[in-house]
Every structure is written in structure tokens, then in C-alpha cells.
């Protein structure tokens, strides 16, 4: 039988997703949205290519929550995106109320689903997410570590003219500014980075500005768009981790997970690198990080659980 994948939003990551599932044919999509006839409207649209792309899945759209019913997937972008000079944290409180409600549609209708969260500010929403639905922990997840690991290779790849292919690094920590860039771990065509670094390839300060402007990778954008935030890279990885899952492919991929212990971190969310396969996150991958590395994610740690005490003081249930 064929999946069936729910996108819970129809905007511009909604659309989008919706759009990538159906070229790789991955499984059958309901778009929800509140504003129904967005959804409705996209799922018609896409549906209309599968004579020129050829693929065979269904698309549909509505506003009624019955229709997303036994889901296997349910990606989450409900919510608003950054306006310019916004920082994802400034969307706490609007995205909170959304959430809960999503939590409300989702928790009965499709109780064994795997859900990808999007909705920022990313690891606040998905704990909350969690949290409100009562979904188990392994089967809530959320999707940053790869947009920001793939941001990274990408802006490597341009820095140092090797093919992103070539280049595996990853990004872990919060969703936000205090997010950390895994030298360590880096490699440029099998080459330590940290060991380009020693032989002159690239310069330290050089690095450390691709470094920052990863970081900044969305804000860039958002400044660009003026209205509106990145789509097209976030639906990607929103795919990778959907696929992983519905094919059991037990990929390593860096996603916000719950920490119950691991990386010295307790009740939280946080960017770290899993195994996502049929059972949903089937584990925490622990690296060893350097001194450096651990410092930088206890102070991304922090900033998450300063976000969820204020996501507390909002909602006291939480
Ligand atoms: N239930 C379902 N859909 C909702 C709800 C709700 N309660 N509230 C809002 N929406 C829908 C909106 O109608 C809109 O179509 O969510 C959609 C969001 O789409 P966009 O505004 O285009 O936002 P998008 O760029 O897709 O980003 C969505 O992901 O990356 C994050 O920061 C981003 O939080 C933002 C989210």
C-alpha cells in the first residue's frame, strides 16, 4: 500500500515539500492548511505535472483534519516565518498557539505517525509539539541539522571549489544563532579541514566568517526575500529525514531530537546527529567533540532552555 505523508501548512516549505515527495514519488500527500484553498490550489497544481514528471502519487488539499487520517508522516510548517531584522525566537508566542492546535488535529487522527517538525523557533516548537500531542519522543523530531549542515558544505564548496559531494560536515546544537559548526568533523575530499587550515588552504579568520555566515544563513535570506523566509533548502531536508524514515533507510542525519542524557543534556531538544529508520529516531549518535566544540553546544544548549522557559511563561502547561 501506498504511504501517506501530511503537510500541516500549505505555504511556501508546504508547497514546496509537497512538490519534491511527488518527483521522487515517495508517497501520497494531503496538504491542510487553514486557509483551505491554498491547499486545495497547490495540490491541484502539482498534481497536473504528474503526466510531464511522471509519477503516480495522490494529491489532495483541505482544512479538515479527518482527511489527514492514519498519516505515516506528518511534516509541520504551520506558523508564521520571519519578517527582516527577525530573529526566529521573535515567533514564540504566535507559533505556540499554532502548535497547540496542531497538536489537538494530529494527536488522534494519525497517533502512529513519525512527525518532522519546521516550525521555528525550531526546538522550543518541537519539544512543545511533543509535549502537547503526547506522541513518543522517538517518533517527534525537528529539522534544522541538515539545512544548516548543508548551508555549511555548500558555502565550503564555493570558499574552496570542490564539489559539495566531496565535502561531509555537520552542524548541531539549537536553531539559532548560537548553532555549532562541527570543524572537527569536517572533511574537504578526505582531508581534515582543521588540517587544511595548518597547511595554508584557508585561513582561520576565513573560515570562521563562513563559519558565522551559516549561522546567519536564514536572516541572509529573509533580507533578500523581504517577504517571507528560505523554502526551498528547508523542504529538502524536511524530504531526506521523511525518506529515511518511510524506506528504513537508517541514515545518520544531524535533526533536533530529545536528549535524555546524551551530549550532557537532560529533557531537551536539540540539534544532534540520529538514525532515523522505520522505528522512528533509532539513536542518538555521540560524537566526541572538542573542548571548543563541547563549550560552544553547552551555550547553544542554554539558549534553548532560556527560549523554553519563556515558552513556559507563556503557557505554563508546557
Ligand atoms: N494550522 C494549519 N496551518 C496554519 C495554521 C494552523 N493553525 N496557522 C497558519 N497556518 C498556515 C498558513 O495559512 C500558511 O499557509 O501555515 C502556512 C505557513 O506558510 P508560510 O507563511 O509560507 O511560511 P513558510 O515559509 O512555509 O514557513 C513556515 O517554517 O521555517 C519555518 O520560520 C518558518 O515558522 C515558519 C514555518
Known sequence: MRKKITLIGAGQIGGTLAHLIALKDLADVVLFDVASGIAKGKALDIAQSSPVNKFNIKLSGTDNYEDTKNSDVIIITAGVPRKPGMTRDDLLGINLKIIKQVAEGIKNTSPNAFVICITNPLDVIVMALQK??????????????????????????????????????????????????????????????????????????????????????????????????????????????????????????????????????????????????????????????????????????????????AAKKIDPSL
Request: glycine share 10%; aromatic share 8%.
Open 132 to 309: 502537547y500531542s503526547g506522541f513518543p519522543k522517538n517518533k517527534v523530531v525537528g529539522m534544522a541539522g541538515i539545512l544548516d549542515s548543508s548551508r555549511f558544505i555548500y558555502f565550503l564548496s564555493q570558499e574552496l571549489n570542490i564539489p559539495v559531494q566531496k565535502i561531509d560536515s555537520f552542524v548541531l546544537g539549537g536553531h539559532g544563532d548560537s548553532m555549532v559548526a562541527m570543524l572537527g568533523s569536517t572533511k574537504v575530499d578526505g582531508k581534515k579541514i582543521t588540517d587544511l587550515v595548518k597547511d595554508g588552504k584557508i585561513k582561520k579568520e576565513r573560515l570562521n566568517e563562513i563559519v558565522e555566515r551559516t549561522k546567519k544563513g536564514g536572516a541572509e535570506i529573509v533580507k533578500h526575500l523581504e517577504k517571507g523566509s528560505a523554502f526551498y533548502a528547508p523542504a529538502a531536508s524536511g524530504v531526506e529525514m521523511a525518506e529515511s524514515y518511510l524506506k528504513d533507510l537508517k541514515k545518520q542525519l544531524p535533526c533536533a531530537a530529545f536528549l535524555n542524557g546524551e551530549y550532557d543534556t537532560k529533557d531537551l531538544y536539540a540539534g544532534v546527529p540520529v538514525i532515523i529508520g522505520s522505528n522512528g529516531v533509532e539513536k542518538i549518535v555521540e560524537l566526541n567533540l572538542s573542548s571548543e566544540e563541547k563549550e560552544n553546544f553547552k551555550k547553544s544548549i542554554n539558549s534553548v532552555q532560556e527560549l523554553f522557559n
